[in-house]
């Protein structure tokens, strides 16, 4: 394609593409190949709900390490957050993907590019699957992050002098919308057991 022609993508459902996406593409075949051989790193900080400070410092020392200014590398970042993000919030595909690729650019570069990019599409995607599936839960109540656990062991207490008995601490951390948080509950073995039934069904 040339500059001037609008192309529809199916990462957008249909929508015309940015004017700057195609040339943000084709620069990614222009960066050094420690970078390209790298970029990996440069996605997973940058494709999250939101670019902060801390993506901004990773891109910064990523640049310093391998003596690239960062104006360099932003255009091809910008293109790739925009497709990966884009294709996910439509509910596209890898083919999708290769599609608007070979749309966007001449077949000789689009080719060596989907080289490039697939399988960094094919690392990111279901990650970015997962985040959108994670805030459409959180968007509506508590959502769980993590788990962390210990077992302990209750020697005795006021109500018994010997017990002897494991007790597992669970603490869930959890997002609920833009706030996050934590709770702790402690299973006795009877509970444990239960609890162990319960997540057999519902993983299988």
């Known amino acids: 394609m040339t500059s001037s022609e609008a ?4 990462s957008t459902n249909g929508e ?10 084709a620069l990614f075949l222009e960066l050094p190949a420690s970078v390209q051989d790298s970029y990996a790193e440069v996605l997973e900080a940058n494709l999250g709900p939101v670019v902060d400070d801390r993506a901004e410092t990773f891109i910064k020392r990523y640049c310093r390490r391998h003596e690239i200014e960062p104006e360099r590398l932003a255009p091809s970042v910008r293109a790739l957050r925009f497709l990966f993000t884009e294709g996910v919030t439509a509910g596209t595909d890898r083919e999708a993907f290769i599609d608007d690729v070979k749309a966007l ?3 000789a570069p689009a080719s060596v590019l989907l080289g490039r990019l697939l399988p960094l599409f094919d690392a990111a ?4 699957k997962h985040a959108a599936a994670f805030l459409s839960v ?3 109540g508590r959502v769980v992050r993590a788990v962390r656990w210990r077992v302990d ?3 005795a207490s006021d ?3 010997r017990i002897d008995l494991p007790v597992a601490t669970l603490t869930f951390q959890y997002q609920e919308g833009p706030n996050a948080g934590q709770a702790s509950y402690q299973l006795l073995p009877e509970q444990a057991a239960e609890l162990q039934k319960a997540l057999a069904s519902i993983v299988g």
């Open 7 to 10: 192309v529809a993508l199916r």
């Open 16 to 25: 015309l593409a940015p004017p700057e996406l195609a040339a943000g593409l």
């Open 105 to 107: 650019l001449p077949p």
């Open 125 to 128: 995607f279901p990650r970015l």
């Open 138 to 140: 959180a968007e509506h």
């Open 153 to 155: 062991v209750i020697k």
């Open 159 to 161: 109500h018994s002098a």
